[in-house]
């Protein structure tokens, strides 16, 4: 039976304002988990939870990408949502991921 987590959670109330860029490797994973796919939202937020909990990306779980700021908490998904929508909308040109690719997102403050 896995031991309980010992890290400390981010809660949405200590997080920098909407708008904040993500962190270098959550960007990566974001692109990682995206490239695999091409998902969009909600469909990559599930391969999001399966890359983590598979540790299918440097070998991060659930709590080594907390510690970096991206947790799979409902009270962040409008975080993660903005997130995503940051980092798929601006893949590096010349990269695998620059065309331009269908992705559906919640907008801020729908609730859905």
Do not use: N
């Not at 708008?19 to 998902?39: A, K, M, N």
């Not at 997130?83 to 040109?93: E, L």
């Amino acid at each position: 039976m896995p031991k309980p987590s010992t890290v400390a959670h981010a809660r949405s109330d200590q997080l920098a304002p909407a708008g904040e860029v993500p962190p270098p490797d959550v960007v990566e994973f974001i692109r990682f988990c995206h490239d695999r796919r091409g998902l969009g939202w909600p469909e990559l937020y599930d391969e999001m939870c399966s890359v983590a909990a598979r540790r299918e990306f440097r070998g991060w779980g659930h709590d080594e990408l907390a510690v970096r700021g991206l947790t799979f908490s409902l009270f962040d998904m409008q975080r993660m949502a903005g997130w995503v929508r940051q980092v798929i909308g601006r893949s590096p040109a010349g990269s695998a991921t620059a065309a331009p690719r269908s992705i559906i997102l919640p907008a801020p403050g729908s609730g859905g």
